[in-house]
């Protein structure tokens, strides 16, 4: 079954992105979980290809995480929206 790239998006803009929001309202995230969680989000956009193999990342995973205004994805940076939650406090 094959999962276009507008359904990967809304999962992770929507799903994925959103799971860890409470934690970072009250903790900082480890430098090692948030880089797991970026690369598990970035290996899931870019998805495999026909036979299996890993696709090809055309874009880094920082470039995705612009805001669509300026040509990116609007994914977000998980550091910088934990550092800002944070920061709420």
Request: net charge positive.
């Amino acid at each position: 079954m094959v999962i276009y790239m507008a359904e990967r998006k809304v999962l992770i803009k929507y799903v994925v992105q959103d799971i860890p929001t409470y934690c970072m309202n009250i903790f900082q995230i480890p430098q090692l979980l948030g880089d797991k969680l970026q690369k598990m989000m970035n290996s899931y956009w870019w998805g495999l290809g026909k036979r299996g193999r890993k696709g090809v990342n055309w874009m880094v995973w920082d470039r995705l995480c612009v805001m669509k205004e300026k040509l990116g994805l609007g994914f977000r940076n998980l550091f910088a929206f934990n550092f800002a939650m944070l920061g709420k406090q």
